[in-house]
């Protein structure tokens, strides 16, 4: 809470500094890694987690600005054989966890639970970070002459997290069980299909090189 209110006092003073969050300090906390059994080795990463009631004030600051994007830091440490390293010695535990499938899909239970409105969804996952990469307006908008990358989103659709029906190379999933509503449909990449009602169908070969240009992000 105190590095968000840091962000807002730089940026009120005109300094051109932005903040990030990632999902897992939206939705996970200190309780998961007190799970017994060694599971709250499955939650490791830095930042480390912080105790719930910081949640709410993560929020305010993406309603605010005060925070302007959500990434992921994924990083697919498999709980057998690699987070297991650390039984016996908690610093050998590899620092991260899986997450970057479940980010718009997570983001989403902020619109659904009112924290952000949907525009702001759209915003802190898409639109800034393309400016701030420098990428905007190929990529970041929907408009003549930008790529033609579109996602078909269904903000009714149900479905429950779980590392048996994700596609990411890791055995656990860091939200098993949970229930999210909204779901992504179709993928357009550049004008072509890659994801059909829900199936892969892109094509090796598709994906190019984007090089990246000066931070374009504006306050």
Sequence with gaps: MEAVAELA????EGLNVFGETCPQYLFLSTD??????????????STPLRPRQHQAKLWQGLRTNDLQ?????????????????????????????????????LLHQGVIDGHISRRRWIEIACATPA????????????????DADVVIYDPTAEQTVSAETHHMNVDYSAY??????GRVE???????????????????????YTPRSTCQYLN
């Design 176 to 181: 098993e069980g949970k229930r999210l509503t």
């Design 9 to 12: 006092r730089a940026r009120d």
């Design 131 to 146: 400016r701030m990469f420098g990428l905007y307006p190929k990529k970041g908008t929907i408009a003549p002459g930008a």
């Design 32 to 45: 998961n890694l007190a799970e017994p059994d060694f599971e709250g080795a499955k939650y490791v990463c």
């Design 186 to 208: 179709t993928v357009l990449s550049r004008g072509e299909l890659v994801i059909t009602e829900r199936e892969y169908t892109g094509r090796a070969g598709h994906g190019v």
């Design 69 to 105: 994007v959500v990434s992921t830091d994924h990083c697919p440490f498999c709980f057998v054989g690699q987070k297991e390293l650390g039984r016996g010695d908690f610093s050998k535990i590899p620092n991260g966890m899986p997450g970057v499938e479940n980010r718009m899909d």
